[in-house]
């Protein structure tokens, strides 16, 4: 099975900007949407945005404009841009494949049992 490690958070001020890596072994991504999440301590996990195989990006409401996902397959990596933080967005962050599907589908934003999960890098928005 696929494993996921996350990377890039850390501790921001206001209006700054971090990159979040997600790097998978033991098997790829490429054909694979990969969805980014974030949890905030004693509540569900966030769905942030998702990237499909073919490239095709989208995003939460609370995100949009802010944040923009990529992709390097020759890297077997998938990237998280964020700028232009918030204190809103202090979360830990995840990425996530279900290793099947090439799309994001309409429910991308949503928790699946049987997802791949890494152990997440927290991002603080703070002064």
């Known amino acids: 099975q696929v494993q996921l490690v996350e990377s890039g958070g850390g501790l921001v001020q206001p209006g700054g900007s971090l990159r979040l890596s997600c790097v998978a072994s033991?098997?790829?991504?490429?054909?694979?949407?990969v969805t980014w999440f974030r949890q905030v301590p004693g509540k569900e996990r966030e769905g942030v945005s998702c990237?499909?195989?073919?490239?095709?990006?989208y995003y939460s409401d609370s995100v949009y404009g802010r944040f923009s996902v990529s992709r390097d397959n020759a890297r077997n990596t998938v990237y998280l841009q964020m700028n232009n933080l918030r204190p809103e967005d202090t979360a830990v962050y995840y990425c996530?494949?279900?290793?099947?599907?090439?799309?994001?589908?309409?429910?991308?934003?949503?928790?699946?049992?049987?997802?791949?999960w890494g152990q997440g890098t927290p991002v603080t928005v703070s002064s």
């Open positions: 990237i499909a195989a073919e490239g095709d990006t």
């Open positions: 996530s494949t279900d290793m099947w599907s090439a799309l994001c589908g309409a429910k991308w934003a949503t928790p699946r049992p049987h997802d791949v």
């Open positions: 033991g098997g790829t991504l490429e054909y694979y949407g």
